[in-house]
């Protein structure tokens, strides 16, 4: 196992459901060796409570970072947060992606300094999540069996990406089929392109954005095979936004862009935001 640890960076938005479940995933990791900072795009202090009440008796450090709600700002609490990032590796994910318990010991094993990872999901049906956000805790070390009752049950989408093993695609330089729900790189490759880019308002196409600028920066993609995260259920997202962030997206493929118009460089201090 390297030594190298991980910042493990968790978006939420007033999903304290979710992200208590969400939570409680990494707490039952085989690997240790990393720490949560949780981007809150402006959630109530509902969700403040509940990161406390896990807080207290969590295996890791985990540090809250909280912005004023203004509007769908993700790519501000991520460039607020990645600025206060020591660990040498990130792993970008989301409030509703439950991990299973080797997903931190994968992207440890295979951090590398040139490429970046990009991990899959399996989506869970409308009442199942329903179903799983009564309770505690979700249990997710189970046995194939028991994941295949739930593929025949409708609970979940897929099955066979439970049965791979944990291993790494080729290294390539394709954009398509990239999904926000867990990629990790490099801290360094973040900074080199000027973190996410604050030009993308509302929902859509911000992930895209800064894959693509991994790739113009030189650090080639590998997907990670087997150790899908687990997708709560939700309601889509307002798409309001999402032709002029589509021709944002199209000009910084265009121009082979490596750094954010509006990124790190460009932080300052918001009143209203802290943090926890």
């Given at each position: 196992?390297?030594?190298?640890?991980?910042?493990?960076?968790?978006?939420?938005?007033?999903?304290?459901?979710?992200?208590?479940?969400?939570?409680?995933?990494?707490?039952?990791?085989?690997?240790?060796?990393?720490?949560?900072?949780?981007?809150?795009?402006?959630?109530?202090?509902?969700?403040?409570?509940?990161?406390?009440?896990?807080?207290?008796?969590?295996?890791?450090?985990?540090?809250?970072?909280?912005?004023?709600?203004?509007?769908?700002?993700?790519?501000?609490?991520?460039?607020?947060?990645?600025?206060?990032?020591?660990?040498?590796?990130?792993?970008?994910?989301?409030?509703?992606?439950?991990?299973?318990?080797?997903?931190?010991?994968?992207?440890?094993?295979?951090?590398?300094?040139?490429?970046?990872?990009?991990?899959?999901?399996?989506?869970?049906?409308?009442?199942?999540?329903?179903?799983?956000?009564?309770?505690?805790?979700?249990?997710?070390?189970?046995?194939?069996?028991?994941?295949?009752?739930?593929?025949?049950?409708?609970?979940?989408?897929?099955?066979?990406?439970?049965l791979l093993p944990a291993t790494l695609s080729q290294p390539s330089f394709e954009l398509e089929g990239i999904r926000g729900c867990h990629l990790s790189c490099p801290t360094e490759a973040l900074i080199r392109i000027n973190g996410f880019d604050e030009s993308f308002e509302g929902w859509?196409?911000?992930?895209?954005?800064?894959?693509?600028?991994?790739?113009?920066?030189?650090?080639?993609?590998?997907?990670?095979?087997?150790?899908?995260?687990?997708?709560?259920?939700?309601?889509?997202?307002?798409?309001?936004?999402?032709?002029?962030?589509?021709?944002?997206?199209?000009?910084?493929?265009?121009?082979?862009?490596?750094?954010?118009?509006?990124?790190?460089?460009?932080?300052?201090?918001?009143?209203?935001?802290?943090?926890?």
């Amino acid at each position: 196992m390297p030594a190298v640890s991980l910042a493990v960076v968790i978006s939420t938005y007033n999903q304290p459901d979710f992200l208590r479940l969400t939570l409680e995933g990494y707490r039952h990791q085989t690997d240790t060796n990393f720490t949560i900072y949780i981007a809150d795009d402006g959630s109530t202090p509902e969700t403040a409570q509940t990161i406390r009440r896990i807080q207290a008796d969590f295996p890791v450090a985990i540090k809250h970072l909280w912005q004023a709600d203004d509007g769908f700002r993700k790519a501000r609490i991520h460039n607020r947060v990645i600025s206060r990032i020591h660990e040498p590796h990130t792993l970008l994910t989301d409030g509703d992606c439950i991990p299973l318990p080797g997903l931190v010991a994968a992207h440890r094993r295979f951090a590398g300094d040139h490429y970046f990872i990009s991990g899959s999901r399996i989506l869970l049906s409308r009442s199942y999540t329903e179903r799983v956000c009564r309770l505690e805790s979700f249990e997710t070390a189970r046995s194939m069996f028991w994941w295949l009752k739930q593929r025949i049950s409708g609970n979940i989408n897929r099955f066979f990406p439970l049965l791979l093993p944990a291993t790494l695609s080729q290294p390539s330089f394709e954009l398509e089929g990239i999904r926000g729900c867990h990629l990790s790189c490099p801290t360094e490759a973040l900074i080199r392109i000027n973190g996410f880019d604050e030009s993308f308002e509302g929902w859509g196409r911000e992930d895209s954005d800064l894959t693509a600028r991994l790739l113009h920066a030189g650090f080639k993609r590998r997907n990670l095979r087997g150790l899908p995260v687990l997708h709560l259920w939700h309601r889509e997202s307002s798409r309001q936004h999402l032709a002029e962030n589509d021709d944002l997206l199209q000009a910084c493929l265009n121009e082979q862009r490596i750094e954010a118009k509006i990124g790190l460089k460009h932080l300052e201090s918001a009143a209203g935001d802290g943090d926890a």
